[in-house]
Structure formats: structure tokens, C-alpha cells
Nanobody, 118 residues
Framework: EVQLVESGGGVVQSGGSLRLSCVASGFMFEVFDMSWVRQAPGKDVEWVASIGKSGSPRDTELTNSVKGRFTVSRDNAKGTLYLQMQGMKTEDTGMYYC?????????RGQGTQVTVSS
């Protein structure tokens, strides 16, 4: 059974930083691309970032609104996906999920809440 467990969310002031983690189990993490998606209150789920199997920084893609502020990475030995968020803005508020696949939305975990206050 695929399990994805996100953590690291919280409340942060505008301009602050957070690091999200996603621990994967139930499948061979190292052979799958992985993604982060988010859902703001009252809005559809939005793709945020993807990273290839190898974890090379050259094999990543970010949505335009977070480029230069967010970094996606992974540790295949630990089966863990990360999202480093800096220079956060109020519009980054939402539930953040990790998902299996490139620009994928499912399967995904239960999410971790991120709130950016002004």
C-alpha cells in the first residue's frame, strides 16, 4: 500500500521559511518521480514542484510563482521528499501534499498545513 506522510507545516510570517518533508513507504521510492502540490482555501489543487528519480537538481521543475523561492529535493536512501520554502508569501498558504509521479496529483498523502501571515 502506497503511503505518503507529510510533515513540517506550520504558521510563518511573510518572508519566512519552512521545510516540508514527505516520508514514502509501500513502494520503491527511488524509481518514481515525485511532486508537491498544494490547495489554497476555496481553490483547486495546484501543482508546485516535481523532481526526477535521481534527485539531480537539474531534473526538477517548479511552477513559476515559486521559482527562486522554493527548492525540491529528495533522499532516496531515506525514502523522503523535501520542499524548502523561503521568502514565503501569503499566497503560499494552503495544504501541501506530496504525490507520486511527475506533475502528478495522485496518489498523495494527507497533507500538511502551511499558513503565511502578513
Amino acid at each position: 500500500e502506497v503511503q505518503l506522510v507529510e510533515s513540517g507545516g506550520g504558521v510563518v510570517q511573510s518572508g519566512g521559511s519552512l521545510r516540508l518533508s514527505c516520508v514514502a513507504s509501500g513502494f520503491m521510492f527511488e524509481v518514481f518521480d515525485m511532486s508537491w502540490v498544494r490547495q489554497a482555501p476555496g481553490k483547486d489543487v495546484e501543482w508546485v514542484a516535481s523532481i526526477g528519480k535521481s534527485g539531480s537538481p537539474r531534473d526538477t521543475e517548479l511552477t513559476n510563482s515559486v521559482k527562486g523561492r522554493f527548492t525540491v529535493s529528495r533522499d532516496n536512501a531515506k525514502g523522503t521528499l523535501y520542499l524548502q520554502m523561503q521568502g514565503m508569501k501569503t499566497e503560499d498558504t494552503g495544504m501541501y501534499y506530496c504525490a507520486r509521479g511527475w506533475r502528478s496529483y495522485r496518489p498523495r498523502g494527507q497533507g500538511t498545513q502551511v499558513t503565511v501571515s502578513s
